[in-house]
């Protein structure tokens, strides 16, 4: 089974700290993602990256930067949290030309920002 | 851009019945793939069934089928003799298949199957 995982479940951090998040994935996918859940708002995506090294912007990149220096670990990292950051953020990877196109999802982080 | 579309942020039916959680999705591209992903209460999203446009058959998986109709957009996921473990969250969800190949989400529906 793939398994994602994500390094915490609940975080909360302070106005203007620096957060990082991580993900971990042990499958070997070369794509991986990062997205922010809000309710009434589903699923955005943050970032993307296809491949260890290359990163690119989703939809709502500002505020947020990622890392992917080895294929199994995608971080996220807040530079300066904000309470409009204040959300759960799911990780998911994915095997391009799969059978089904499945992303496989971490069981998400949910940060607050005070 | 893509956008997509849940009109219902709530349902609930009662266990064994059929329910139907609707979604509508605009593109203007020609070939592209959607899904339906489910994300049970503090539990992992997990895919529950995927359509490609350019295939006429609706897509089944066992007790989940969906209602494609290309040219009018709508694609609606049916949930048969639905059981208690289908209380979650379903997304429906849209992949084009030229450029970044993203997923874009709707806002989700909470279903609750009531005993």
């Known amino acids: 089974d793939v398994k994602v995982t994500q390094s915490s479940r609940y975080l909360v951090k302070r106005t203007g700290e620096k957060v990082f998040l991580e993900c971990v994935q042990d499958?070997?996918?070369?794509?991986m993602f990062w997205y922010r859940q809000d309710p009434g708002l589903g699923l955005r995506l943050i970032y993307f990256?296809?491949?260890?090294?290359?990163?690119e912007k989703g939809d709502i990149p500002e505020g947020y930067s990622v890392s992917r220096e080895k294929k199994e670990r995608f971080s996220l990292i807040l530079e300066s949290a904000s309470t409009n950051q204040t959300s759960m953020y799911l990780c998911?990877?994915?095997?391009?030309?799969?059978?089904?196109?499945?992303?496989?999802f971490g069981p998400g982080t949910r940060l607050t920002v005070l | 851009a893509q956008t997509v579309t849940q009109s219902q942020p709530e349902m609930s039916v009662q266990e064994a019945e059929t329910v139907t959680l609707s979604c509508t999705y605009d593109?203007?591209?020609?070939?592209?793939?959607l899904f339906w992903y489910k994300q049970p209460p503090s539990r992992q999203m997990i895919l529950v069934i995927r359509?490609?446009?350019?295939?006429?058959q609706n897509a089944t998986e066992n007790r989940f089928s969906v209602n494609f109709q290309k040219a009018a957009k709508p694609f609606s996921l049916k949930i048969s003799d639905s059981q208690l473990g289908d209380t979650a969250m379903y997304f429906c969800?849209?992949?084009?298949?030229?450029?970044?190949?993203?997923?874009?989400f709707g806002q989700g529906t909470r279903l609750t199957i009531n005993p």
């Open positions: 359509q490609e446009a350019y295939k006429q």
């Open positions: 990256s296809y491949d260890v090294k290359m990163k």
């Open positions: 499958m070997d996918h070369e794509n």
């Open positions: 593109t203007s591209e020609s070939n592209y793939y």
């Open positions: 969800a849209f992949k084009g298949i030229q450029g970044a190949q993203k997923l874009v």
């Open positions: 998911a990877s994915r095997a391009p030309g799969g059978a089904r196109d499945e992303q496989f």
